[in-house]
């Protein structure tokens, strides 16, 4: 039996604004679409945190034996400067101030995405598709809603009327806002805009002569909105009805507002059954910001490189920090907090390496099993992972009192236990175990360091096709060595 089948989870959607129990749209199977980065600068630590947070609910599906169909994009195209439908491409921009094609651009950043997700563990989603490669997808979904009138085109531009769509829609129904107020809001439209109302978003937007980024319509050469193409890109890999849409917070209005008019007008029915949004995480209380210098890589936590830091922080260490807030609150790092995680970090790692020590018993005096389910309940409680991180702090309570012989297991009982910790600590929370990792680093080094000793042998006994032969395979695998006064030493 799959493990879902006895797990039942609840998870908070933010269009009822309450917790739901989940039911797959197909029985087994999850769908779940999550807004990728805009390629146009570094990742920093709270887009690191957004993405951590559907990593762990999308490692937490498969542990419960979903088959998982995880979209993450990648935005390289569309994603105006200040959210705005008037402006420059962020990408372009960039492109223009680095002298660059806009694509050296976007693969500069799509690597340092990618190698800054890797060393904080993430799994890569099922499909990345980017917003360049789906253009054709965007340009006959722009056909369909002008079919339906909700659309409509000016100087070479397609516009979302979102006043003409809240007549038989509500545009609001995610956010909570409401187009009225909306609307008495917003200052009247200048004359420069081709819009009907302030609120009309674009769809196609004619490219400026200088703009290089563009392809043909038919409208205007130009490039397609940013909210059309997660439009396009989740219902081409997920259908028009699917399970899940993530993001950041600051995603729910406008961008995930408009994706479900878009779909709505498009299909005539709400693409998604449960929209989830992750929180985002401060620095020293305050909101993170290149501008004001409060600010942090996530890169700089690995080297140590920056002044807010009192010294280098691992890749788990930060995971397990993030980990210790549920999704749905706001973080806030500072060092003192992240030095506290990594004294938590470092005691539940020896009490898991203590595990394979612990002997067994003829009778248990723990209940391992109400431990077990109390874990899986914060996780099937929309994800709790402070709560969960808890129930592992209370299994290296029971770990150190087995140790001293305080409580006892049965060999059956520690096997259950053990195999829970360590699925909860790995392959839920993704966390590493580090001190493995070290001892694996000492051990490669005793090879090659005795390695070393065979060749100095070798060359001893001028037997120099094995000296030279032991040096040349090292190199083969990517191991220097470099001889000096002081002996051999070696580098990887
Ligand atoms: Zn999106």
Redesign the pocket.
Known sequence: MPLYTSQPLKIYNSLSGEKENFNPIHEGNVGMYV?GPTVYSNVHLGNVRTFMSFDVIFRYFLHLDYKVRYVR?I?DVGHIVDDVDEGEDKIAKKARLEQLEPMEVVQRYTVDFHDILKSFNFLPPSIEPTATGHIIEQIEIIKKIMDTGIGYEANGSVYFDVVKYNETNNYGVLSGRNIEDMLANTRDLDGQSDKRNPQDFALWKKAEPQHIMRWPSPWSDGFPG??L??TAMSTKYLGNHFDIHG?GMD?KFP??EC?IAQNEACTGQSPVNYWMHANMLTLNGKKMAKSTGNNILPGEILSGDNTILSKAFSASVTRFFMLQAHYRSILDFSDDAIVAAEKGYKRLMEAVDALPTIQASNTSSIDIASWKQLSYDAMNDDFNTPILIAQLFEAVRYINLLKEGKETLTSEDLKTFAAAINAFVFDVLGLSDEKATDSNNDKLEGVVNMLIGMRNQARADKNFALSDQIRDQLIALGIQLKDGKEGTSFSI
Do not use: P, V
């Open positions: 807004c994009n935005t940013w909210h193409e997660c993001g995603l961008h995930h994706e």
